[in-house]
């Protein structure tokens, strides 16, 4: 920790050398985050992630010893081709700079035997990449990268569009390489539109699609739905009556709910409410059917299929004596 601190030190002493135009309010804040973020992974010995944070602070707002930062950075994290490819720029923007001067000349020195040096050209501004991950700073048409020895991809990135190309790095070569951006594709007049084809086109109205099911279905349901509703009136009653709230006080009175009369009421209630949930949801099938899924003829009677809802009734019904079919607590 202490010797990362002494070398961020020693990389921000200096003064700030730019002689490029000012940037942007909003681009000099993205900056001071991104030199920030930096500055505390250095710290943490985050390297890697602190070269990210500085080079992206760079390329917003160009400085020295930003570059600087980032050179440190990818020198500690062990990747000495894009220390060296920031060497290069910094060498080439800050000439005058001796901090900035000194540490490129030590990467650049260190870098020459073992890694492959290109010279980019393009015929316009281009972006370099390597294997994926960008190495150039800015868009200008020549560009200094340093590469390992080995197999790489490089993808340079045009206005226009891309390019692609497979090279073979070898250890201590200097290369040169051109690109060429690709062609802007050609823009085409739009063709003349005659009157006829420019007439609106009214799309003609699709038929309604038939409903599966007849009348019968929803007939059938309305019958099921009253013979379910019938049998809950009658458990009702019976619930109500068999053995009855005054049979159960005379047989259990201080037995609690172990007594059978009691358990045979609550059975019965039980029956009931059973029977009350089975009859609304036939009633809110049967509705379903015949407002969704019933094809009802148009020649036929009508059938308004909403008195079907309307007629049942969902909830507890009064009964004889005052027993409520499903009210909990009769017993």
């Known amino acids: 920790m202490a010797a990362a601190c002494a070398a ?34 250095f710290l943490a010995d985050d390297f ?37 490819t920031l060497a290069a720029i910094a060498q080439q923007r800050y000439p005058n700079d001796p901090p900035t001067a000194q540490i490129a000349k030590e990467t650049l020195d260190e870098a020459a035997p073992v890694l492959n040096e290109y010279a980019v050209d393009c015929n316009a501004d281009c972006a370099i990449a390597a294997d994926g991950r960008v190495v150039s700073q800015s868009d200008a048409q020549k560009h200094r990268i340093f590469l390992d020895p080995g197999p790489h991809e490089l993808g340079v990135s045009f206005k226009t569009g891309g390019v692609a190309r497979h090279i073979d790095a070898r250890r201590g070569g200097k290369d040169t390489l051109a690109f ?22 009214t799309p003609e109205k699709p038929p309604s699609s038939a409903k599966p099911l007849g009348p019968v279905v929803f007939f059938v349901a309305l019958g099921v739905t009253a013979a379910v509703g019938a049998g809950t009136v009658v458990s009702g009653i019976d619930a109500k009556n068999n053995p009855g709230v005054d049979a159960v006080r005379r047989a259990c009175a201080g037995k609690g709910e172990s007594c059978p009369e009691y358990q045979d009421g609550k059975s019965a209630e039980l029956r009931t409410n059973v029977l009350l949930g089975v009859t609304i949801g036939a009633a809110a099938i049967t509705g379903v059917i015949g407002l969704f899924f019933t094809q009802w003829s148009s020649s036929g009677p009508r059938v308004d299929t909403t008195g079907v809802t309307r007629g049942v009734r969902v909830g507890a019904a009064p009964m004889p004596g005052g027993c409520s079919v499903g009210a909990a607590g009769t017993f």
Do not use: M
């Open 8 to 41: 961020l030190a020693a990389t921000t002493a200096s003064p700030r050398v730019s002689a490029e135009e000012p940037p942007s309010a909003d681009r000099l804040k993205s900056a001071a985050d991104e030199y920030d973020r930096g500055r505390r992974a």
């Open 48 to 84: 890697d992630g602190a070269a990210v944070h500085f080079e992206a602070a760079f390329r917003d707002a160009p400085r020295a010893e930003t570059v600087r930062l980032a050179i440190r950075a990818r020198r500690k994290a062990k990747q000495l081709g894009r220390a060296a």
């Open 180 to 201: 060429e951006a690709p062609p802007a594709p050609p823009v085409s007049a739009p063709s003349p539109v005659s009157p006829v084809a420019a007439a609106p086109i």
